[in-house]
């Protein structure tokens, strides 16, 4: 088994491989458990949460064998650059990787964190207290994401932690082994918020904010945000009416 261990946590090794041997048997189950399978495991000082990757088909065994670094190993890389940008994300603990002849099954562990919402809670209740406010200080955390070079590929609803901090809120990024770290063109920005919501207006609180943000006119930043928004609604409908007619 292929590992790394942030140096911080060297102390709880143990602990760790114990949870990781044990992950069928042990731990909590919480999460959306359809793609890959969330767990809780606690020691006496450290709550964790390990994300275990389904085994990948077989071309992308190939590929996470000896070409490309596999989702663990990205997510916790990116967490620990991330952070280094001051950005938040639950803290990277360690990834782990099984290995025969080909890739197995990889796992990303980060220190549990309990939030007060997520982004989706945003579109779930449109009267959740506070929220114009949380929505515009979301869309200036986007904005900062942006300016520090980070294309997060999976922002969507359930991919941001919100925190609640007197009158500010503090957002964590999960599920982080799709990003593109590199300067942003405004075109780029703006396909970012494609799959944040369908619902106008929220697009036109967004628009407004990150226009102030970026020192552009409502009008153009609406314009482009919008066009995104149904450029990436569409295309899902079409996929989806693609699905159902394979299988009917």
């Not at 000082?45 to 064998?65: E, G, H, M, Q, T």
């Not at 000896?66 to 639950?90: D, H």
């Not at 901090?165 to 770290?181: E, Q």
Request: proline share 2%; hydrophobic share 35%; charged share 30%.
């Amino acid at each position: 088994m292929k590992y790394k261990i942030n140096p911080k946590y060297n102390s709880h090794k143990h602990f760790l491989d114990d949870s990781i041997s044990n992950f069928e048997t042990k731990g909590k189950p919480f999460g959306n458990q359809k793609r890959n399978s969330l767990k809780l495991f606690s020691s006496d000082d450290l709550l964790v949460n390990i994300k275990s990757f389904k085994i990948p088909n077989i071309f992308n065994r190939i590929a996470y064998s000896f070409f490309r670094k596999s989702k663990a190993q990205r997510s916790f890389e990116y967490g620990l650059k991330l952070q280094e940008l001051g950005i938040g994300t639950p803290d990277p603990i360690a990834y782990y990787e099984s290995k025969g002849i080909l890739f197995g099954r990889s796992f990303y562990v980060s220190q549990q964190l309990e939030c007060d919402l997520t982004y989706r809670e945003l579109i779930n209740d449109f009267n959740y207290e506070d929220y114009e406010n949380i929505l515009r200080q979301f869309t200036r955390f986007t904005y900062q994401l942006h300016e520090k070079g980070v294309e997060f590929l999976d922002h969507s609803p359930g991919n941001t932690l919100i925190v609640k901090a007197g009158l500010d809120y503090k957002f964590y990024l999960v599920d982080l082994n799709r990003m593109n770290f590199k300067a942003m063109d405004f075109d780029t920005r703006m396909k970012n918020f494609a799959r944040l919501s369908k619902y106008e207006h929220m697009v036109k609180i967004m628009s407004d904010e990150y226009a102030t943000c970026i020192g552009k006119s409502y009008d153009e930043v609406f314009n482009a945000m919008w066009k995104q928004v149904q450029k990436f609604r569409a295309k899902k409908r079409r996929k989806s009416k693609l699905k159902s007619t394979f299988k009917s």
